[in-house]
């Protein structure tokens, strides 16, 4: 039988924008794209469920580093449910527990519901997630059967509004901030409603900064693979097209030495938290003014 080829790993850098396909986990969609880009290392920007498509940015590289940064922005999703039906993950890909009549909903009625859980509000994450208790994941708990309380969070939900109902089916959408599950929205929603509900279909929209996105699906990644990893390496992004809410001081050549060695810098003014580049333009650091006047080093970047 023959061997399958070994993959020859490469230094590269920058930020792709995937549209995740239904059925794989992230960290599937992720494995799969850093294969055909032979990136040495790589990370995706906040999980996205097997059952959601969308935008889900993936750093290679040096570009990792500013994951964490991804992670925490707000995002936006087109989610559908039906109610009446409620599942042990609060999503399709679950056992259904229960199911009951739908009372008589007007548009007024279903409005109510979505207001209150707009703003700052306290949710329960749901069973089937990946949070960790005690070092195991909650989904590790939950296939085993154990049940365990779960700690509601703070979270915040800018948008959560009605698009389009179909019978028993509701199509809404989702502006929120990092922490906030749309499965978790739904269930609650659908006990507000009296009846119960569950995710059939959800999609992200954006992630900030990236409100209008040109996301790639992944057979295009490999139609274009065949045409040389050149071709691939067009669709990458620079590292700062995720730091694009970050003003940018110039250093000169003594002090962006200093900064990429890791010293601190007297800047003479406050830049607050900031991206910091060399006079020939290249970009050194995520950085942060400190309380004595001195610039710092967050996220250093080593590109050359």
Known sequence: MRRAAKIRWRDVHGILLLDKPAGLSSNQALQKVRQLFRAAKGGHTGSLDPLATGLLPICFGEATKIAGLLIGSSKAYETECLLGVCTDSADANGNVVETRPVPELDADTIERALSAFRGDILQVPPMYSALKRDGERLY???????????????????????????????????????????????????????????????????????????????????????????????????????????????????????????????LGRDAGTCLARSVDGRLLAVAETWPDGLLRTLRGFNLG
């Open 140 to 266: 590790q708990l939950a296939r085993r059967g154990e049940s365990i309380e779960i700690e509601p969070r703070a979270v915040a939900v800018h948008r959560f509004d009605l698009c389009e109902r179909q019978g028993n089916r509701l199509r809404l959408y989702v502006e929120c901030g990092s922490g906030t599950y749309v499965r978790s929205l739904v269930r609650d929603l659908g006990e507000a409603l009296g009846c119960g509900a569950h995710v059939t279909a959800l999609r992200r929209l954006w992630v900030d900064p990236f409100r209008s996105p040109e996301m790639v699906m992944l057979e295009q990644l490999e139609a274009l693979s065949a045409e040389g990893i050149e071709a691939l390496d067009s669709l990458l992004l620079p590292i700062e097209a995720g730091l694009a809410a970050y003003p940018e001081v110039i250093l000169d050549e003594a002090q962006g030495r200093r900064l990429a060695q890791g010293q601190a810098v007297q």
